[in-house]
């Protein structure tokens, strides 16, 4: 499996951006995909974003759509998620994965996680 970790997570007032990190510890697989997950407590995790890792194909929850942009960077095996005009409702500890490419927004099919990082927006 391959090992990742997050950073870039933070408190924000509502309306301001914060861009998160996740390194992979190995070359990704040009079949695998990086994906974003949140959990707010008492709530399923719950699909961000994602993006292909050969051909940078991106995919997002409507929830997030036009105010968030995941990318990544071969090279340094990192991928980002890119959240502007965050609001209360998007606080939650946002995790990073990796898995088979094919646009699955279900955490079960992805088998390496990061430890997660928290994002806190206040109102």
């Known amino acids: 499996q391959v090992q990742l970790e997050e950073t870039g997570g933070g408190l924000v007032q509502a309306g301001g951006s914060l861009r998160l990190s996740c390194v992979a510890s190995?070359?990704?697989?040009?079949?695998?995909?990086m994906v974003w997950f949140r959990q707010a407590p008492g709530k399923e995790r719950e699909f961000v974003a994602g993006?292909?890792?050969?051909?940078?194909?991106?995919y997002y929850a409507d929830s997030v759509k036009g105010r968030f942009t995941t990318s990544r960077d071969s090279v340094r095996h990192t991928g980002y998620l890119q959240m502007n005009n965050l609001k209360p409702e998007d606080t939650a500890v946002y995790y990073c994965?990796?898995?088979?490419?094919?646009?699955?927004?279900?955490?079960?099919?992805?088998?390496?996680w990061g430890q997660g990082t928290q994002v806190t927006v206040s109102s």
């Open positions: 190995e070359h990704f697989f040009r079949s695998y995909a």
């Open positions: 993006i292909g890792w050969s051909d940078g194909s991106t």
């Open positions: 994965a990796a898995g088979q490419h094919g646009y699955s927004r279900f955490w079960g099919d992805f088998a390496s």
